[in-house]
């Protein structure tokens, strides 16, 4: 991270924007990247001389008023965060940052004019040139970053010592860890809320939470997390841990713990994962509370999971859920955001001939790899700065429990994997009501029961308009709540710290923006709102139950259980 590379240079601020120059190193670029192959690609070059000329009058004019900023020595201020260090204000390096930030934007227009027809094609070009930039950033580079330079002079050379430790551990682990790894320990810091396993299989471990005052409701809460991580994301610390709030309200809790998969496992399938997985557990829910109802929640990728089995049992004639609550979840896969930037037949008959079984062989989707593309979605804010702050400041990691968990990482079935990526990303099959799971055929519509759907607006993972499409394929009466931030900021927002807001509409029009034109944002956090909703649906309140487990479901072990400690 001392200089970037020659090509890189080109795009970052050591030569100003010259558009019909940028159009041969895209050209090549483009030329060699395999998202590209056998496309025609030397049309999308074929600019207007007009256009090319109107783009450079426009960045010559802001190119001189930055020249005249920096002859005049008027000081610089930036609102992107990689600069907004004091160091970065000195003619020198601000006008650096100043450039490098003009070329960047040029250089995005001069993509929005290429005449490219296929959106999913201008989409992967966008996403490519979005990395291309972020890593061009003279922030990322020693030798252009003021504030690691004067830590090099404050430390007498300890922060490159102490950056290079820090790379070479994180060379060691083969993942960039964005958080300090001796902070927390899941048991003693993170996933303490008290339980007891009380049934397990190879694929899941059944957690019953021990209850959290004198009374409860009698209908349980099932919660099914995502498989591709570990659960405690619903169980972190006291203070932010949804589990621990849904007790201290008094609901008697039972949630998954998916087995973080080895080699031995990997030609389970997606049908495995309901049959063995959602199915059993709501089952053994049953059993042990002895309620024939249960409150559904599934989170992201377990929600998926979650509705899929329930279109199972209702096709065998079940109808096991009071209600369902769907955290930031695909049912209709239609629009996937920048995720679809990812996956094509190409893709998928990939993955499927190397990992999935196509030709008898079966294989892993390693957490590290879902790891990082999740922070390539957002490579500034999830990946570079990590970087700088490590390699060239030296500095420790933070000791956050989000982050943690995010670098937590779980491997997901070769199997299991390509048919999500087919089925769903690909093929968008399940809202047709011809997909075959289990044995059985799935029909979306015939989960009738109240539904509580959740989105977050700024979640770059699951759009929240799909989020909110997606309820359009269940029956029974839906309350759509928007959560300020991300995929994960915007579901663990802790009631009791009163942070961020959300957006309520008592109204559910079809469309998603005619929602948010009547929704009332809300301060604070959804989960009260929610609460509100699951108490109407839990049935009488009593005595608290106090022996977990039951005769044919004898406590295991304690949680978290041991299927959530084993690292990939």
């Not at 509370?289 to 004639?317: D, H, I, M």
């Not at 759907?453 to 394929?473: C, N, Q």
Request: charged letters at 20%.
């Amino acid at each position: 991270m001392n200089n970037p590379p020659p090509f890189m240079a080109f795009f970052s601020a050591n030569l100003p924007f010259v558009a019909r120059a940028a159009l041969e190193p895209l050209r090549f670029w483009v030329r060699q990247s395999p998202w590209f192959q056998g496309k025609n690609t030397d049309a999308w070059f074929e600019v207007d001389a007009a256009v090319l000329d109107r783009l450079q009058a426009e960045y010559n004019g802001e190119w001189a008023q930055l020249g005249m900023q920096l002859l005049t020595r008027q000081p610089f201020a930036f609102s992107d965060s990689r600069f907004a260090g004091n160091a970065w204000n000195q003619p020198m390096f601000g006008s650096l940052a100043a450039l490098y930030l003009l070329n960047s934007r040029f250089l995005m227009r001069l993509i929005d004019e290429l005449p490219i027809e296929s959106g999913k094609l201008r989409q992967r070009l966008i996403f490519l040139v979005e990395q291309l930039i972020a890593a061009g950033a003279p922030s990322n580079y020693l030798s252009s970053n003021p504030e690691a330079l004067e830590r090099v002079v404050q430390t007498g050379g300890a922060s490159l010592l102490s950056g290079l430790l820090h790379l070479a551990s994180d060379l060691k682990e083969g993942k960039l860890r964005q958080c300090d790894s001796g902070a927390f320990e899941v048991g003693v810091n993170l996933a303490t809320t008290p339980g007891q396993v009380v049934y397990q299989n190879p694929l899941f471990q059944l957690i019953q939470y021990a209850p959290q005052g004198e009374t409860q409701f009698k209908r349980p809460l099932l919660m099914v997390p995502p498989a591709i991580n570990k659960y405690y994301i619903l169980d972190m610390q006291p203070e932010s841990s949804l589990v621990r709030h849904a007790l201290e309200q008094g609901h008697p809790v039972f949630l998954v713990s998916w087995r973080n998969v080895d080699e031995s496992l990997a030609s389970t399938t997606w049908d495995d994962y309901v049959e063995q997985g959602i199915l059993e557990a709501i089952k053994v829910t049953q059993a042990i509370s002895g309620e024939k109802q249960l409150n559904l929640l599934g989170y992201c990728v377990g929600g998926t999971l979650l509705a899929c089995g329930l279109a199972v049992l209702a096709a065998r004639g079940e109808k096991p859920a009071a209600s369902l609550t769907l955290l930031v979840t695909l049912l209709d896969f239609e629009d996937t955001g920048v995720l679809s930037t990812f996956i094509d037949e190409d893709v998928v008959r990939y993955r499927e001939h190397t990992i999935g079984g196509a030709q008898g062989k079966f294989g892993l989707f390693r957490g590290e790899d879902m790891g990082n593309t999740f922070s390539l979605l957002r490579p500034n804010e999830l990946w570079w700065n990590y970087g700088v702050e490590k390699y060239l400041k030296g500095q420790k990691p933070r000791s956050l429990d989000l982050l943690y968990w995010n670098n937590d990482h779980t491997h997901l079935p070769g199997a299991m994997y390509c048919w999500y990526l087919r089925h769903t990303y690909l093929q968008n099959e399940l809202k047709t009501g011809k997909l075959q799971v289990c044995g059985e055929t799935l029909d979306l519509s015939k989960l009738d029961m109240p539904t509580y759907l959740v989105g977050a607006r700024e979640d770059h993972i699951v759009p929240w308009r799909s989020a909110f499409t997606s309820g359009r394929l269940l029956k029974g009466p839906t309350r759509f709540v928007l959560g300020a931030s991300g995929h994960i900021a915007g579901v663990i927002n802790p009631a009791s710290k009163n942070r961020r807001s959300y957006w309520t509409n008592e109204a559910l029009p079809g469309d998603p923006e005619q929602w948010l034109e009547g929704a009332v944002e809300q301060p604070g956090s959804w989960w009260g709102d929610w609460i509100d909703w699951l108490g109407k649906r839990a049935g009488k309140r009593g005595q608290a139950t106090i022996s977990l487990g039951s005769s044919d479901y004898m406590p295991l072990e304690p949680a978290p259980g041991q299927y959530v400690l084993h690292r990939g």
